[in-house]
């Protein structure tokens, strides 16, 4: 199944330039065939083209389908961007095949990278929407300060990943409580600082480790949040 975006089409009933051109010049659909339509936002529309064009392919909605999310809960990553903006980059498309509400670009002490391409990061999350057939765009956030995220996240379980062993921590996988809403943070290459460590921890932040293994800022983030997902699933196939 191919998937189009486009984020208001009951009110333009016209789809986005990119769209557009993948539908009739890659594709090289024509007036009268269908396709699927995705808002972002949880609906799947059944379309029929009417009015195929390179930069504004016009259509009408047949059929509405809502398309929920396949987890209940809020998960949220909230991580440091590595230096080389590819990792971000690359982190952003396989957390929203995974499944993520809320991506938050962390600016920490130690942050090699201070800026990001916000509206890049949101296009690769829509390409990666409609490859795994998701209808649901996670939120991508600007690029935040670390103080500032933690004062705003407010999910029922807060959890920080760091390494400095001096630091008590205990294995994620051991803390989560599959079910509720959880988010975590993760550093940067060379970790959170201590002073960030302490105010995580002061704020209700559960310390924790993602196991012996040293992993990349992009992998940990990957790793913690398909953790919650295996949990979860694992949850669900015991109740049932």
Same mark, same amino acid.
């Given at each position: 199944?191919?998937?189009?975006?486009?984020? #208001?089409?009951?009110?333009?009933?016209?789809?986005?330039?990119?769209? &557009?051109?993948?539908? &009739? +010049?890659?594709?090289?659909? +024509?007036?009268?065939? &269908?396709?699927?339509?995705?808002?972002?936002?949880?609906?799947?529309?059944?379309?029929?083209?009417? #009015?195929?064009?390179? +930069?504004?392919?016009?259509?009408?909605? @047949?059929? @509405?389908? @809502?398309?929920?999310?396949?987890?209940?809960?809020?998960?949220?990553? *909230?991580?440091?961007?590595? %230096?080389?903006?590819?990792? /971000?980059?690359?982190?952003?498309?396989?957390?929203?095949?995974?499944?993520?509400?809320?991506?938050?670009?962390?600016?920490? *002490?130690?942050?090699?990278?201070?800026?990001?391409?916000?509206?890049?990061?949101?296009?690769?999350?829509?390409?990666?929407?409609?490859? &795994?057939? +998701?209808?649901?765009?996670?939120?991508?956030?600007? /690029? @935040?300060?670390?103080?500032?995220?933690?004062?705003?996240?407010?999910?029922?379980?807060?959890?920080?990943?760091?390494?400095?062993?001096?630091?008590?921590?205990?294995?994620?996988?051991?803390?989560?409580?599959?079910? %509720?809403?959880?988010?975590?943070?993760?550093?940067?290459?060379?970790?959170?600082?201590?002073?960030?460590?302490?105010?995580?921890?002061?704020?209700?932040?559960?310390?924790?480790?993602?196991? $012996? $293994?040293?992993?990349?800022?992009?992998?940990?983030?990957?790793?913690?949040?398909?953790?919650?997902?295996?949990?979860?699933?694992?949850?669900?196939?015991?109740?049932?």
């Amino acid at each position: 199944m191919i998937q189009f975006y486009s984020p #208001d089409i009951l009110q333009s009933g016209t789809l986005p330039e990119s769209d &557009s051109r993948h539908c &009739s +010049k890659v594709l090289r659909m +024509k007036a009268g065939d &269908s396709i699927e339509v995705i808002d972002g936002k949880g609906h799947r529309y059944t379309c029929v083209i009417d #009015d195929p064009h390179p +930069k504004h392919t016009i259509v009408h909605v @047949t059929a @509405t389908e @809502t398309i929920p999310l396949s987890w209940q809960q809020e998960i949220i990553v *909230a991580v440091a961007p590595s %230096k080389h903006m590819d990792r /971000m980059e690359w982190l952003v498309e396989k957390l929203t095949e995974i499944g993520v509400n809320r991506i938050i670009p962390l600016l920490c *002490a130690r942050s090699e990278r201070k800026e990001i391409n916000t509206e890049r990061l949101e296009k690769i999350a829509v390409s990666a929407m409609k490859q &795994s057939l +998701k209808a649901v765009l996670p939120v991508i956030e600007p /690029m @935040t300060p670390f103080k500032q995220a933690i004062a705003a996240i407010a999910t029922e379980q807060k959890f920080i990943a760091y390494c400095d062993r001096t630091i008590p921590r205990r294995l994620l996988a051991g803390e989560y409580i599959p079910g %509720k809403s959880a988010s975590i943070l993760i550093g940067p290459e060379g970790d959170f600082s201590p002073e960030e460590i302490k105010l995580a921890l002061d704020s209700s932040f559960a310390p924790v480790s993602l196991g $012996n $293994n040293r992993l990349r800022t992009e992998t940990a983030a990957l790793s913690a949040c398909d953790t919650f997902h295996i949990l979860d699933m694992a949850h669900a196939q015991d109740i049932n």
